[in-house]
């Protein structure tokens, strides 16, 4: 399983981003997609995530309101959108993969992961 996780960048507090996360080499067609951040100093923490197998989603409270995850099966690609963006969102970004149709809320039982993308908000 490859993921590469793309779209970081800068922005100004109260800005937008959109990340996408094309995945490939699966071996089932029900697999669930995480975003997970990591800031600096801080521990890995599961942002949302998205099953593919009925559309079901998962949002961390920091996220609910302000982001957004969404799939396109046909692309295999999931993608983060990102609104009124804060300095406190400023981390590496990654998505991760697990199998079957359930979201795991600790980035310890997500499988496989991209490299990451930084996003940095400040102004």
């Known amino acids: 399983v490859q993921l590469q996780a793309s779209g970081g960048g800068w922005v100004r507090p109260g800005g937008s981003l959109r990340l996408s996360c094309e995945a490939s080499?699966?071996?089932?067609?029900?697999?669930?997609i995480g975003w997970i951040r990591q800031a600096p100093g801080k521990e890995r923490e599961v942002i949302s995530c998205?099953?593919?197998?009925?559309?079901?989603?998962y949002y961390g409270d920091f996220a609910k309101g302000r982001f957004t995850i969404f799939r396109d099966n046909a692309k295999s690609t999931a993608y983060l959108q990102m609104n009124y963006l804060k300095p406190e969102d400023t981390a590496v970004y990654f998505c991760?993969?697990?199998?079957?149709?359930?979201?795991?809320?600790?980035?310890?039982?997500?499988?496989?992961w991209g490299q990451g993308t930084l996003v940095t908000v400040s102004s």
């Open positions: 998205i099953s593919t197998a009925d559309g079901t989603t």
């Open positions: 080499g699966f071996t089932t067609d029900y697999y669930s």
């Open positions: 991760a993969t697990v199998d079957g149709s359930t979201c795991p809320t600790a980035p310890k039982y997500y499988h496989y």
